[in-house]
């Protein structure tokens, strides 16, 4: 790829992305928004954080692996259902790093 196709390549996509946000703007009040599609995008958030962090959960040493070997993946997991029994955030963070920081020494 060369340069100019690099800068064209942002160019293009700093164009779209500057008009799929200011779209939204320049309608203002007179487009509305079902209900239904209005719930559905409070489900974004935890979407975008799960597409960003399963990818990295599941891959160890560059390949797609679910096993005990994969540190990440276990922290995740003690993680996760430490959430699920406290629904406390911090520890939940806590829970995940100690893990993980205990299995990377002990490994």
Known sequence: MSHLDTWIAILGMTVVTVFSRALFLMAGERVTV??????????????ALAAIILPDLLTFEGH???????????A???ATVC????RRMVGMIVVGMAVYTALRLLG
Not at 34 to 47: K, S
Request: charged residues 20%.
């Open 34 to 47: 079902p209900d239904r599609i209005q719930r559905a995008l409070r489900y974004a958030p935890a979407a």
């Open 64 to 74: 797609f692996t679910i096993s005990p070997g994969n540190d990440k993946l276990m």
């Open 76 to 78: 995740g997991i003690a």
């Open 83 to 86: 959430y699920v029994l406290t």
